[in-house]
């Protein structure tokens, strides 16, 4: 059970954000997939092929066949991999860990309300969070492909898609809950928080480029994220996608519990 | 039958920091008086007491619950100040106090409006923007709007000027009537004879006394009797200084510091050692 007036205090403090990187991720998705033109596509593809590392680095890869594939390039790379990892590392430090650290973590644990019932609550705002902006991603994607380049896309694989996007960000969410479970300190639970993703991000970035440096793909989880195999179905992308998903839940548990256990200096 | 219960319970911090072998109870109906100066472990104890930490050994129980594995009951009953005031900045006292009735599942039957009518409270605020007495007054009444049969108050008075502290000490005064069992900690030891029945002196994180604070205070306060020339003069002397007259003779009572009544239990010593409790 969670507690529903904790709840409603941290969807409203999630909000402001939830609406930033909503419109943000609006525009880019609507310019991005205005983008979508053989001709353009042509463009960007020499880009490409002049500075391929580049281009590489940020997920972009030349020979995109149709829409979702052009989509796969140009959003999944970078757009929709940053801003819900960033929302992650906000709130999930904010949630846990800040009160902590300020100790007006206080308020919320001197009352006859369960720890884990205060840590589930947490979660669960975080979760509804990263669910609402994947949501919100695919609504976007759907309409613009939709009144742009009518019967391009297709609506299961782009679904397979952000399913598989969603879990990503959801075990992205469990490290940074995690992190705000376990430390005390704004500042380590933040580092662990932004800087475990971030790394790992740029490790992607690293593999991305090829060569020897594709060796970096083994160390981090974004290559989890097969995003081309995924669209096809490939069993092994969706197995790796559930090993996400696995991980995720493993890490909010482990959150939950920690911070049932965790002696409080407040 | 002992509400608060308080065995041998350890906790060490390092360089004599924490709390080493505490023991001691409060009774039902009774007010507690926990005193000790700055960095003795009296935040520490009811940091254990509140259940936001798990004693290394020893055992606090409220009402015969623990107080760390059944916290979420012992809470439901009990109502807390805290040493150090940290709400939610971005709130404004209102929202936060509606906030509070609405976690802790209250109905609109509490008593919000008496506290807030009778500190003079205005918490429209944001209390981010608020000095520190307010945010002591919106303390109190979170503490006390639910209408808590035990009351844990850590330094509840600090910030509060004078006319409030009164007032906040009449409040604790009624509760303590209405059979309530309150602990309250002080670094004065003028607040707590006032209000308390029993005091327990805390130093260095050890007890240093358990005793009756009538008890305590016939102990530490000290009287001298002195001879004036005339009545009248004996008259103004006993105005001037709080004394008892009898004919030209005048009998003054002072009392002890807190810590003139360490230097008694102990000799020397004198300054505690301050730090972060």
């Given at each position: 059970m969670i507690s529903m007036a904790l709840y409603k205090r941290e969807m409203k403090g999630s909000i402001k954000l939830l609406v930033i990187f909503g419109a943000v991720i609006t525009m880019y998705v609507a310019i991005i997939i205005s983008l979508y033109d053989p001709e353009v596509m042509k463009t960007l593809d020499s880009f490409a092929k002049m500075m391929p590392e580049l281009m590489a680095a940020v997920g972009m890869k030349t020979n995109t066949a149709n829409l979702l594939g052009f989509m796969t390039s140009y959003l999944y790379g970078f757009i929709l991999l940053i801003f819900p990892m960033v929302f992650s590392i906000l709130r999930g430090n904010a949630l846990i860990a800040k009160y902590v650290d300020k100790g007006s973590m206080v308020s919320l644990v001197a009352a006859p309300v369960k720890r884990h019932t205060i840590a589930l609550t947490q979660m669960t705002a975080l979760i509804s969070g990263i669910l609402l902006l994947v949501f919100y991603s695919t609504i976007v994607e759907l309409i613009c492909a939709e009144s742009g380049f009518p019967g391009e896309l297709d609506a299961t694989e782009l679904v397979m898609l952000n399913g598989g996007l969603l879990c990503l960000h959801l075990f992205i969410g469990g490290i940074c809950f995690l992190s705000s479970c376990l430390f005390s300190d704004t500042k380590y639970s933040v580092a662990f928080g932004a800087g475990i993703p971030a790394f790992m991000y740029v490790l992607q970035m690293l593999a991305n480029v090829g060569g020897n440096a594709e060796n970096a793909k083994y160390f981090t989880f974004f290559t989890l994220f097969d995003l081309d195999n995924i669209i096809v179905g490939k069993s092994s992308a969706i197995a790796a996608v559930l090993v996400l998903f696995a991980g995720a839940v493993v890490l909010y548990i482990l959150g939950i519990v920690l911070f049932e256990r965790k002696d409080l200096h407040i | 039958m002992s509400a608060i219960s308080i065995e041998n319970l350890v906790r060490d911090y390092g360089n004599g920091k924490g709390v080493f072998d505490i023991s001691f109870h409060v009774n039902q109906g009774e007010a507690f008086g926990f005193l000790g100066p700055n960095g003795a472990g009296k935040t520490t104890t009811i940091r254990h007491l509140m259940g936001f930490l798990k004693p290394r050994s020893g055992k606090c129980t409220i009402d015969g619950l623990d107080?760390?594995?059944?916290r979420d009951k012992v809470q439901a009953r009990l109502g807390y100040i805290p040493g150090e005031i940290s709400f939610f900045d971005d709130m404004s006292g209102t929202e936060f106090l509606k906030f509070i009735a609405e976690y802790r599942k209250l109905g609109t039957q509490n008593r919000k409006e008496e506290l807030l009518e009778r500190f003079e409270l205005d918490p429209k605020s944001k209390i981010k923007k608020m000095s520190k007495g307010m945010k002591q007054k919106i303390g109190i009444v979170a503490a006390f709007m639910h209408d808590p049969d035990i009351l844990i108050l850590d330094e509840p008075t600090s910030g509060l000027d004078p006319l409030m502290q009164n007032r906040f000490i009449d409040l604790v005064a009624e509760e303590k009537e209405h059979g309530k069992t309150i602990l309250m900690s002080s670094h004065m030891f003028e607040e707590v004879e006032r209000t308390c029945d029993r005091i327990g002196i805390i130093r260095n994180g050890r007890m240093v006394a358990v005793d009756y604070a009538k008890a305590l205070r016939e102990r530490h306060t000290r009287s001298y009797t002195v001879t004036l020339e005339s009545e009248a003069a004996a008259e103004a002397f006993a105005a001037d200084f709080n004394g008892i007259r009898n004919e030209s003779q005048v009998t003054v009572t002072t009392k002890q510091s807190l810590e003139e009544i360490f230097m008694n239990y102990y000799g020397g010593d004198k300054h505690d050692q301050h730090g972060a409790v």
């Open positions: - | 107080c760390w594995s059944g």
